[in-house]
């Protein structure tokens, strides 16, 4: 862990080579606003056990019940246009942590600020409406992004070209297969010009084509200098390949935070094979 | 109190989106069955029409203290029940039908039940209007006491959406509480006074029981608007006790609210 921490004061002392386009692009966005910061956030899930217990509980303090620790003390800050992987086994921490950068899950105990539209593939889905067809569920998608009617229209053919659904664009969603769903969520996300793009694990779905597809999109939208991507992968490769900065994570406790190549090399080394 | 002030500013800001999600929960309902918005029709009439027949052919009950037809004394206390059980127990499982507004996107919990009470109150005026064309052709005309429902309507939103709020934050947190809710709902109808009048009860502590009871009150007004024409100001005690459960209901509400928002989204 000091390690990891130390290493890093020596790069910001003298950058390699291989570091320089990550400490340019750090360099000019020292003026950029901070897009997300979080403060010695912890988070942690009561266990029940049972759900009877979990209703006594909201009326009496004293239910028997063991706390999980998700995320423990972990402070960072993003800047606007900032590329972040968050490396990390199973239950890490890594899902609470996007979690809370979209708003759907509350720290215990911390601060955090975000800016920006943020847009969030979570486990896999968008969240949609099953009852609702796809192309319904566009615009209530991009109405609860806060786009408006003629906004949402402009981009309504780009992503239905994009999710490639054919007839399937006004069937509703629960008629999808998992693959037609993941395709939907990440198109919609992608086209709404999100200031905050939060990606987990998306990326694993669907054919090969698409996934290039995806990954093509998500690169076009990383050169615009605004969107900061904060993306949760088990996949090292794809991690480097749109991240400049890693953050890997241990039993909920940030062990390491600097650039991907180095924080790759630490998972590798310390994690990975026990 | 600030957490109310807190729920009151979310709707405020997200007010567009709870209109739009409140037009699409209607549309989700009536939609994608060939009948569409008969059906919104249909459920209520065969209600109305069974209990006429068990109630006035079977039991024959069909006299009310003041002389009108009974179809229409039925009716009137109906149709608010009909918008008040589907608040119960549609409020009840809000967030489990609505769970990935919850879990996978940000957007204010407590908005989640206002917007399925409007959309249930669209379905109610839309009712309401057909209701007022069923009196008018019994010979009874809007008269100035229908001002007064505009009042009641209000009145049974605002308790049902913090009901609403409560029962699904307490269901979201356990099934067992939403099975409560829908075991005791047919209970609720039967004990409130919709399908007798309460004034017609002789013991008196019954009769005050029912009188806290929000079901009955809003019943007794929709009567009041249509039957007895009764201003809501010359019943005090009976808008004093509905006063208090209301009271009672918001700080329910407010303190599930803030008990709770937090935990909602991991256990869903």
Redesign the interface.
């Given at each position: 862990m000091g390690g990891c921490r130390r290493d890093r004061q020596g790069e910001t002392a003298e950058p390699d080579r291989e570091r320089k386009d990550a400490v340019g692009r750090n360099m000019e966005s020292t003026d950029r606003k901070t897009a997300i910061e979080f403060r010695n956030v912890t988070k942690t899930y009561k266990l029940y056990r049972s759900d009877k217990l979990r209703l006594l509980s909201v009326f009496w303090k004293g239910v028997k019940h063991t706390e999980k620790r998700a995320v423990d003390n972990v402070s960072f800050s993003v800047r606007q246009g900032e590329s972040l992987a968050f490396i990390g086994r199973n239950g890490a921490g890594k899902s609470t942590i996007l979690k809370m950068i979209t708003g759907v899950a509350f720290p215990t105990e911390g601060d955090i600020v975000v800016e920006g539209r943020v847009s969030a593939l979570l486990e896999l889905t968008a969240g949609f409406d099953e009852e609702m067809s796809g192309r319904d569920n566009i615009y209530l998608k991009g109405q609860l992004m806060g786009l408006k009617d003629k906004e949402i229209e402009r981009r309504e053919e780009e992503i239905v070209a994009f999710a490639e659904l054919g007839e399937y664009i006004d069937q509703p969603v629960r008629t999808y297969s998992s693959g037609m769903r993941a395709k939907l969520g990440f198109a919609v996300n992608v086209c709404i010009e999100p200031e905050v793009f939060i990606v987990d694990e998306a990326l694993s779905v669907g054919d090969k084509v698409f996934q290039a597809k995806c990954l093509e999109k998500v690169n076009a939208l990383i050169e615009k200098d605004n969107v900061t991507l904060i993306f949760v992968t088990h996949s090292i490769d794809v991690a480097k390949k749109f991240c400049k900065r890693g953050i890997v994570l241990k039993e909920g406790r940030m062990v390491c935070d600097t650039d991907i190549e180095q924080a790759a090399a630490y998972y590798e080394q310390h994690m990975a094979d026990n | 109190m600030k957490t109310l002030f807190g729920i009151l500013r979310d709707h405020f800001i997200w007010k567009?989106?709870i209109f739009?999600?409140a037009k699409?929960d209607i549309i989700?309902t009536y939609s994608?069955t060939a009948f569409g918005w008969g059906w919104a029709l249909v459920k209520p009439t065969v209600t109305i029409v069974v209990f006429w027949f068990v109630l006035t052919v079977g039991f024959r009950a069909g006299a009310t203290a003041s002389g009108d037809p009974y179809i229409l004394w039925l009716i009137a206390g109906l149709i608010p029940w009909f918008y008040m059980d589907e608040m119960i127990t549609g409020g009840t499982s809000a967030y489990l039908t609505y769970s990935?507004?919850?879990?996978?996107?940000?957007?204010p919990v407590s908005t989640i039940t206002t917007f399925i009470g409007i959309s249930k109150l669209i379905v109610h005026l839309f009712l309401m209007i057909i209701v007022l064309i069923i009196f008018a052709v019994y010979g009874y005309y809007p008269d100035i006491y229908l001002l007064q429902l505009p009042l009641y309507m209000a009145l049974m939103f605002i308790f049902f959406s913090n009901w609403a709020l409560f029962a699904a934050m307490?269901s979201a947190?356990?099934?067992?509480?939403m099975n409560f809710v829908v075991s005791f709902v047919t209970a609720v109808f039967w004990l409130s006074g919709i399908l007798f009048d309460v004034r017609m009860i002789n013991t008196p502590w019954i009769r005050t029981v029912l009188m806290f009871n929000p079901v009955t009150f809003c019943a007794e007004g929709y009567r009041d608007v249509f039957l007895y024409k009764v201003w809501i100001w010359e019943e005090p005690v009976k808008l004093l006790t509905f006063s208090c459960t209301f009271v009672v209901m918001v700080i329910l509400a407010v303190w599930?609210y803030k008990?709770?928002?937090?935990?909602i989204?991991?256990?869903l």
């Open positions: - | 567009h989106q739009k999600l699409s989700k994608g990935y507004l919850i879990t996978k996107m940000k957007f307490l947190i356990s099934k067992d509480f599930s008990k709770l928002y937090k935990e989204p991991d256990v």
